[in-house]
């Protein structure tokens, strides 16, 4: 019997987190700093009925999932920097076919093979953007362990509910973090699974304000096609300008419309706050530390932490609320300025934005952010 409470890795959380949402296949190539998923995927996933698969590299890895997945199977796939770039083009076929997946990019230093076993957030604009064409995306970090298990579980849920692939962003220091994690049974759970849907050949098809169709695992039901083109209800190529509109503009609002039930974020003294760290994945744990120190030290000012779980689609609206109640914004995040940039955006010049980055392998210090709160309460003497 599984012990309730173990002392686990935030990879080895991840894939106790996917068992308990239901996956039952997955196939990858061991990367690091991601192999971990790997290999505790090849040992869990038999135990409880499910097929494990090494493939010979990243890009038959998604494939073979998304395989899975259309034959019914909840599924999974890890990778981390030039793998997640390898599996682009079939996140992109994803997208459009609508084939619910996880992929977890367990994010490590780079361009290319860069530092393999060093952390880093370089791929933040990548999960939105490195598949082309305009596609829906929903992308979530975890900054513990246990998250590494519930939000697991969350990606799940989501790739059922909206028909699509879901990033699990992690990155190397919650990866490799080893914490107790509660392994929370499925059944005190809310777990939505895809439910049997006998599709009468219009597998694309949706009624009047829904976003999402109904999905048949292949072979079951009426035959349907599944295609990377657009496409009509029935799944079949189309160059029909009028139907590749409405698919692509449908494709886009069922995750802009359903906002409110995709964003999580977490807030810590904000109310009162007049500089907030923003923050998100391994980054935090050092934006808590900044936290703490700077309530120490006397004449500081105060200071608050906004850190987005779901951090595609961006959280912009409760951005712009915070720049309207705090007097400065620093983004602290493992690369040049990804996030920042958003921040920026959604902030509209509202309060000044200053930046805490590294790219050079090492991690982000609770110091280096209260350097960087004390330049701000320097310069507003």
């Avoid at 192999?35 to 494990?52: D, M, N």
């Amino acid at each position: 019997m599984t012990k309730r409470f173990q002392l686990l890795q935030g990879n080895e959380a991840c894939v106790e987190g996917a068992l308990a949402a239901g996956m039952k296949f997955y196939a990858g190539y061991p990367i690091t700093p991601s192999t971990e998923i790997a290999e505790r995927s090849a040992i869990r996933l038999p135990q409880v009925g499910g097929k494990f698969i090494q493939m010979e590299d990243e890009i038959a890895g998604i494939a073979a999932a998304l395989g899975a997945s259309v034959a019914g199977l909840k599924s999974m796939t890890a990778t981390s920097g030039p793998g997640f770039s390898l599996k682009q083009e079939n996140i992109g076929y994803a997208s459009i076919a609508e084939i619910p997946i996880v992929i977890v990019d367990v994010q490590r230093s780079g361009p290319s093979t860069g530092l393999p076993t060093s952390p880093s957030q370089g791929d933040y604009m990548q999960a939105k953007w490195g598949t082309h064409g305009d596609h829906p995306v929903i992308a979530i970090a975890p900054s513990s362990v246990q998250e590494c298990y519930n939000e697991t579980v969350r990606a799940f849920n989501l790739a059922e509910e909206f028909r699509v692939p879901v990033i699990f962003l992690m990155d190397e220091i919650i990866g490799h973090l080893r914490e107790g994690c509660e392994l929370i049974p499925s059944e005190e759970l809310e777990i939505i699974d895809r439910g049997d849907h006998n599709i009468s050949g219009m597998t694309y098809a949706v009624g009047e304000g829904n976003y999402v169709p109904e999905f048949a695992a292949f072979g079951e039901g009426e035959h349907y096609n599944i295609t990377g083109l657009f496409h009509d209800d029935g799944g079949f190529p189309t160059n029909d300008n009028h139907k590749a509109y409405s698919q692509g503009r449908r494709l886009l609002d069922k995750i802009t419309m359903n906002q409110d039930a995709i964003e999580k974020w977490e807030e810590t003294d904000i109310e009162d706050a007049e500089v907030v760290i923003v923050c998100y994945g391994g980054t935090a744990r050092a934006a808590s530390g900044a936290l703490e120190k700077a309530k120490e030290i006397e004449g500081f000012p105060k200071v608050g932490m906004f850190r987005p779980v779901t951090v595609w689609p961006f959280p912009e609206k409760e951005m712009m609320k915070i720049s309207e109640k705090c007097k400065h914004i620093i983004m602290a995040e493992h690369n040049d300025g990804q996030m920042l940039m958003e921040v920026q955006r959604a902030v509209k010049g509202n309060v000044p934005v200053s930046f805490v980055g590294k790219i050079d392998g090492t991690t982000i210090t609770p110091d280096d952010i209260l350097a960087a709160i004390r330049e701000v309460y320097e310069d507003a003497k």
